[in-house]
Structure formats: C-alpha cells, structure tokens
C-alpha cells in the first residue's frame, strides 16, 4: 500500500503552454518535395516528475496470515 504525503512529489503543469503541435503542409519542402506529395503532423511537449522529499513517501507491506 502505498502512502504518499502532501508535497512529496512535484509535477510541471501544462498550463504553461508547453505542449505544441507542428503542422507542415504539403510542398513545404520546397525543391525537396517538386510534387507536394508529403505533409507532416507531430507534437512534443516537456513534462517533469520529481520527488521532493523521500521521507514522505511510504510503502505498507500488508500480508494476510
């Protein structure tokens, strides 16, 4: 079981703005792409998890006997 107190752990929130999308169309190569045949669609983003302090973070060994 574990047990995870108040502040043990910090995340970054999204609401920044941190996460984008990215949109090329098609012939956005350029003489690379003479055809316009390809297009492209991708994302990323950043996201941090870390533990702040260990102390406030417990694992409960239960055992049924």
Request: hydrophobic residues 45%; glycine residues 10%.
């Amino acid at each position: 079981c574990p047990v995870i107190a108040k502040n043990a752990y910090g995340v970054v929130s999204l609401d920044g703005g941190n996460a984008s999308s990215i949109v090329k169309a098609f012939g956005s190569a350029g003489t690379a792409d003479p055809l316009n045949q390809r297009a492209t669609v991708g994302w990323k983003m950043w996201q941090v998890a870390r533990i702040l302090n260990d102390l406030f973070i417990h694992v409960i060994v239960c055992t049924n006997g």
